[in-house]
């Protein structure tokens, strides 16, 4: 018997993605639910060779649904996920709702298996930032290797990290320049078509973004609370795929070529590192792939036991769908769900 599983919020860029997902790695699901608010109950989505009619999340019963992707906002998490987890569905939310609670596991696959036992606590199981997933697959590894003492990134985000609405926007800005028509500006606090955007998220009483401020909390929750982390996030002018520049300072001797071997061989990795022209990822090459791709490895020899690298990834997947059906997987592997049976 399969798994019953509903996605709330299935109309938006990564609810979409995370049906595509489910199909394409063949998820022990007997049924799939599409979810959404009441104004896009009726939508039609697709899930492998069939169409599937959205329902409405406030009316929808999850006392026969074992898993449900919430992909549907902060706020619709926040008051929905406990109830859906009383219900005794397991939640795996893809916003920032949980992520910091105590009582809910923060989980990247590749990373932190084991901490998704907490999840009962709850019922509900957080996924991290998209920045913060593609960044910790690549770091695991190598902390474990050599033990990471202080990372500095810098991020370049795609527009889609901020929705169908970033992504809509650039490409009205971009066709407006092109045609010589005003460029309006609604999602973004600057235009984004042909400039770059150092903000992420709201600003903090210390003058980082919340997405930097993120990406150091989780860090420090997922891998090791002793890493000093530093992070400076900026919007890009690209529609899928972030990238992010890394400098690890060790506390332990790492070379290059150490950490290309220890990578090459690292669940959920992939090298592409030949120093020659296009011997390395770029974000349109990400897009649609699961793989964090890694390149520019050197090292950094204005500090003992530095490195640098490139790390790019398809935010859509790795950083937000993908990463959600992959803890489904992992909770089904572990023997910690079973699918439910309705009574007779």
Not at 98 to 119: C, G, K, S, T
Request: with cysteine; proline share 5%; hydrophobic share 40%.
């Amino acid at each position: 018997m399969g798994f019953k599983v509903a996605i709330a919020g299935a109309t938006g860029n990564v609810g979409r993605e995370m049906l595509s997902i489910l199909e394409e790695r063949g998820f022990p699901a007997d049924e799939v639910v599409p979810l959404a608010s009441r104004r896009s109950q009726g939508t039609e989505v697709s899930y492998g060779d069939r169409t599937l009619k959205v329902r409405d999340l406030a009316t929808y019963d999850f006392s026969d649904t074992d898993i449900c992707l919430m992909s549907a906002g902060g706020n619709v998490s926040k008051e929905w996920s406990p109830k859906i987890g009383k219900q005794g569905c397991v939640v795996i939310d893809n916003s920032s709702a949980w992520r910091y609670d105590q009582d809910v596991p923060l989980i990247v696959p590749e990373v932190n298996p084991d901490a998704i036992a907490q999840f009962t606590k709850r019922n509900i199981i957080a996924n991290p930032n998209c920045s913060t997933a593609q960044m910790l697959v690549t770091l695991k590894p190598l902390h474990d290797a050599a033990t990471i003492k202080r990372v500095v990134v810098s991020t370049y985000q795609s527009v889609s990290g901020a929705g169908k609405e970033g992504m809509d926007e650039l490409f009205t800005q971009t066709r407006a320049v092109f045609v010589a028509d005003p460029v309006e500006t609604k999602k973004f606090t600057k235009r984004i078509a042909f400039n770059v955007i150092p903000h992420i998220d709201v600003f903090m009483e210390d003058g980082s973004t919340k997405e930097e401020w993120k990406m150091v909390a989780e860090t420090k929750k997922m891998l090791d609370p002793k890493i000093k982390v530093t992070a400076t996030c900026v919007r890009v002018p690209v529609f899928i795929g972030h990238s992010e520049a890394v400098n690890l300072e060790f506390e332990k001797p790492i070379t290059a070529d150490e950490a290309r071997d220890i990578l090459r061989e690292a669940p959920g990795c992939l090298v592409v590192d030949k120093r020659e022209n296009g011997g390395y990822i770029t974000p349109i090459e990400s897009a649609g792939e699961d793989a964090t791709y890694i390149s520019r490895i050197r090292e950094d020899s204005t500090v003992d036991n530095g490195l640098n690298l490139w790390i790019v990834s398809d935010n859509l997947r790795k950083g937000a769908a993908l990463n959600a059906v992959q803890i489904a997987e992992l909770l089904i592997e572990r023997g910690l769900i079973q699918p439910t049976r309705k009574a007779a």
